[in-house]
């Protein structure tokens, strides 16, 4: 049982970056893997990146993979998405969500939890 707040989305030119965060509040944070989704207009939720409850094992979708940087603070119940070299293609709003397992996960299905999300728009 866990509640999730992202927060650091907002407007960025093409090339630059920003970095999520996904607040958390629930006494077993630190049993869940985590993931990150996002949703263009038009176009269905897309996988972004996913994070054991370790931290240790990480997963990227091709289309970040070398851009972004997910990672997560169990201590301050927090999880994190580094994007760097933004593009405007990465316009969507970003979701984190949290899995009822301790694994990471790249199927929406495997997640319970979600966040209201937040808009990231890039500018070229």
């Known amino acids: 049982q866990v509640q999730l707040v992202e927060s650091g989305g907002g407007l960025v030119q093409a090339g630059g970056s920003l970095r999520l965060s996904c607040a958390a509040s629930?006494?077993?944070?630190?049993?869940?893997?985590m993931g990150w989704f996002r949703q263009a207009p038009g176009k269905e939720l897309e996988f972004v990146a996913t994070?054991?409850?370790?931290?240790?094992?990480?997963y990227y979708a091709d289309s970040v993979k070398g851009r972004f940087t997910i990672s997560r603070d169990n201590a301050k119940n927090t999880a994190y998405l580094q994007m760097n070299s933004l593009e405007p293609e990465d316009t969507a709003v970003y979701y984190c969500?949290?899995?009822?397992?301790?694994?990471?996960?790249?199927?929406?299905?495997?997640?319970?939890?979600w966040g209201q999300g937040t808009q990231v728009t890039v500018s070229s």
């Open positions: 969500a949290a899995a009822s397992g301790s694994n990471y996960y790249t199927r929406p299905q495997m997640y319970g939890y």
């Open positions: 994070i054991s409850w370790s931290g240790r094992l990480t």
């Open positions: 629930g006494r077993t944070f630190s049993d869940y893997g």
